[in-house]
T-cell receptor, first 110, second 114 residues
Framework: ELKVEQNPLFLSMQEGKNYTIYCNYSTTSDRLYWYRQDPGKSLESLFVLLSNGAVKQEGRLMASLDTKARLSTLHITAAVHDLSATYFCAVDQAGTALIFGKGTTLSVSS | NAGVTQTPKFQVLKTGQSMTLQCAQDMNHNSMYWYRQDPGMGLRLIYYSASEGTTDKGEVPNGYNVSRLNKREFSLRLESAAPSQTSVYFC?????????????FGDGTRLSIL
């Protein structure tokens, strides 16, 4: 059974600081997705990571995938308030469905 | 560019009542999904449909039924609602076979069962 664990679950950051969110998963998969959710809203796709060593960047966010370690990271550079949201990683389960982590709620304050 | 449309957006039910949540997508996707989101639990898969005419159970299917009415529409039915089914329900779709495609989500249905 595929399990996906994110940490930390809550993250309070100061503007301008860097931090990393970790996503570990329990069985082999080479497809991993990152989503963002604002309070009361839907989920927005951020990154699709398809192979070992994949790295994607968009603005202050950078995601990477290490399939051998079963680990993905979402790195935040010089955080700004607009990045406050909940971030989910999700792992593809044998091409049928996604298994989601519990999410990391990020709060960025000045 | 509607994407994935869910109706209703909010609903309050009494225990034992039944209702159907509707989902439609206009992206010609073959796969559709129903999730529930509860505080601190992330999203959990209820049912999915890999193609028109097929449905499969996900992680938490008990108390729910689904119908893939056609390629566009995938409905979720609660036959006898229970307070434990109070949640936010999300429908999603994607085109499987194209691994670079993420799932696209609707805006959610907020369901309260008293």
């Amino acid at each position: 059974e595929l399990k996906v664990e994110q940490n930390p679950l809550f993250l309070s950051m100061q503007e301008g600081k860097n931090y990393t969110i970790y996503c570990n998963y329990s069985t082999t998969s080479d497809r991993l997705y990152w989503y963002r959710q604002d309070p009361g809203k839907s989920l927005e796709s951020l990154f699709v990571l398809l192979s070992n060593g994949a790295v994607k960047q968009e603005g202050r966010l950078m995601a990477s995938l290490d399939t051998k370690a079963r680990l993905s990271t979402l790195h935040i550079t010089a955080a700004v308030h607009d990045l406050s949201a909940t971030y989910f990683c999700a792992v593809d389960q044998a091409g049928t469905a996604l298994i989601f982590g519990k999410g990391t709620t990020l709060s960025v304050s000045s | 560019n509607a994407g994935v449309t869910q109706t209703p957006k909010f609903q309050v039910l009494k225990t034992g009542q039944s209702m159907t949540l509707q989902c439609a997508q206009d992206m010609n996707h073959n796969s559709m999904y129903w999730y529930r989101q509860d505080p601190g639990m992330g999203l959990r898969l209820i049912y999915y449909s890999a193609s028109e005419g097929t449905t499969d159970k996900g992680e938490v299917p008990n108390g729910y039924n689904v119908s893939r009415l056609n390629k566009r529409e995938f409905s979720l039915r609660l036959e006898s609602a229970a307070p434990s089914q109070t949640s936010v329900y999300f429908c999603a779709s994607t085109q499987t076979g194209f691994s670079n495609q993420p799932q696209h989500f609707g805006d959610g249905t907020r369901l309260s069962i008293l």
